[in-house]
Nanobody
């Protein structure tokens, strides 16, 4: 079992920045790909970013590429999402997720491929 807890969300003006954190417990996540997803009211959950188990490869949705950065600290069992140049359309509940397939070279971008999810943290960007 893996428990994931997101933090760092809040209200920010357009153009601002936030850093989300995802703390894992229950087992080490150092061998597993991690992802961030988001869901806005009335919309489907969408992929935001993913990172391989060792941090060597990262993947981003086109809508956030160049503005968001995913990273991880395996020693601390943490995953981060640095969000810069935020836009009102980034407003959503943000979730981190763990894929327990060990040491995959390409992390999944579909939510159905992730095994564990956090409860989410709300990000609101005002215009």
């Amino acid at each position: 079992q893996v428990q994931l807890v997101e933090s760092g969300g809040g209200l920010v003006q357009a153009g601002g920045s936030l850093r989300l954190s995802c703390a894992a417990s229950g087992r080490t996540i150092s061998n597993y790909a991690m992802g961030w997803f988001r869901q806005a009211p009335g919309k489907e959950r969408e992929f935001v970013a993913a990172i391989t188990w060792n941090g060597d490869n990262t993947y981003y949705a086109a809508s956030v590429k160049g503005r968001f950065t995913i990273s991880r600290d395996n020693a601390k069992n943490l995953v981060y999402l640095q969000m810069n140049s935020l836009k009102p359309e980034d407003t959503a509940e943000y979730y981190c997720a763990a894929d327990l397939a060990p040491r995959v070279s390409v992390p999944p971008t579909r939510g159905s491929e992730y095994d564990y999810w956090g409860q989410g943290t709300q990000v609101t960007v005002s215009s």
